[in-house]
């Protein structure tokens, strides 16, 4: 009887041994099943929100852009090709004018691919070319600006001329370059403030004004638009009524232009913008009208002192424009 005691005594031990490992090796295996369903769950990567990305302000608006810069195309925005020469910021797509990128610009197009011309962006070649940011224009309608935000965060820089500090500033951000902008803007209000001390009074009286022919037609811009905003806002010139009275470019027809009779006149004309019309400005000069101009009679008519594809409000064309009219001005 004892014996037989012992024997369940025993079994019982056994059967409790059991149970209690097989407990402990559910409890591992549940225990490594729930560590291999967290470590194999994905999780969002916030790593690139925190660090890989960055938020700009241009114009009152918010942009998110990659924290490093590097590939940029610009469509459309003929400003920004302007300052990406005075920073020497060099894009990998750029604007093509007839299929050929402008010599203006030769200075950063050198590993650039055409990404179409100044109003038609090559979408699949932008996609291409994989930009970390696009540089568009506001004169782009609203189609254009949701194709081009699929394929990158867009930016559309201001066409508008009093915007030009607020344009190069974007550039720099983005490159990374804002000492270089700041020391182009004091550098440009210093020479501006010379300008206007040696010009105010050799100018005083005279007219001075500034026409861009297209199609062979003349036209005048109002007087914060084209190269007007150096003339009259920067070295405070006398605003030719013409001019005071334009609402945006607008024909100017020779009678208007004897009206206004400029002492100094500076004449933008580009080959491509009057393919019909090559010979407009000696036709200008022929006319008997205006050859009683006094800058005409006076030999006062400088044409194109700056290449004539510059917009007229960005950093670099002020520049140049600013040379120029010293240069010529000052003799």
């Not at 867009?154 to 490159?175: C, D, F, G, K, R």
């Not at 194109?304 to 409000?313: A, S, T």
Request: aromatic content about 8%; proline content about 5%; overall charge negative.
């Amino acid at each position: 009887m004892k014996k037989k005691f012992f024997f369940i005594s025993l079994i019982a031990l056994f059967t409790l041994i059991l149970a209690a490992c097989g407990e402990k090796k559910e409890a591992e295996e549940n225990s490594s099943a729930d560590t291999t369903s967290e470590e194999a769950a994905p999780t969002k990567d916030t790593s690139k929100e925190d660090n890989g990305t960055r938020t700009i302000q241009y114009l009152g608006e918010s942009y998110e852009v990659p924290e490093k810069v590097e590939r940029i195309v610009v469509t459309g925005a003929m400003e920004a090709m302007e300052d990406m020469v005075v920073l020497d910021v060099h894009p990998v797509g750029a604007i093509a004018v007839g299929g050929e990128f402008p010599e203006l610009y030769a200075s950063v197009t050198d590993e650039a691919e055409s990404i179409g011309e100044k109003i038609k962006p090559n979408f699949e070649k932008i996609l291409e070319l994989k930009p970390d940011v696009i540089l568009g224009s506001t004169k782009f309608p609203e189609e254009v600006k949701s194709k081009l935000e699929k394929i990158a965060p867009t930016i559309l820089v201001s066409h508008i001329s009093t915007n030009w500090e607020a344009n190069l500033n974007l550039l720099a951000e983005l490159s990374g370059k804002q000492a270089e902008a700041e020391k182009v803007l004091t550098t440009y209000k210093s020479d501006i403030e010379a300008a206007k001390s040696t010009l105010t009074e050799k100018l005083q009286g005279e007219t001075v004004a500034a026409i861009r022919i297209r199609g062979g037609q003349a036209y005048v811009y109002p007087k914060e638009v084209f190269f007007n905003a150096v003339l009259y806002e920067e070295l405070g010139l006398e605003v030719p009524d013409a001019i005071a009275k334009a609402k945006a470019q607008e024909a100017i027809s020779v009678e208007q232009l004897a009206e206004m009779n400029p002492d100094y006149l500076f004449v933008q004309f580009s080959a491509d913008e009057n393919a019909d019309a090559p010979n407009a400005v000696e036709d200008l000069k022929k006319n008997p009208i205006i050859q009683n101009i006094n800058a005409f009679k006076n030999d006062q008519v400088f044409v194109n002192i700056v290449d004539p594809l510059m917009e007229g409000g960005p950093a670099y064309s002020r520049i140049e424009f600013l040379k120029g009219v010293q240069q010529n001005l000052t003799k």
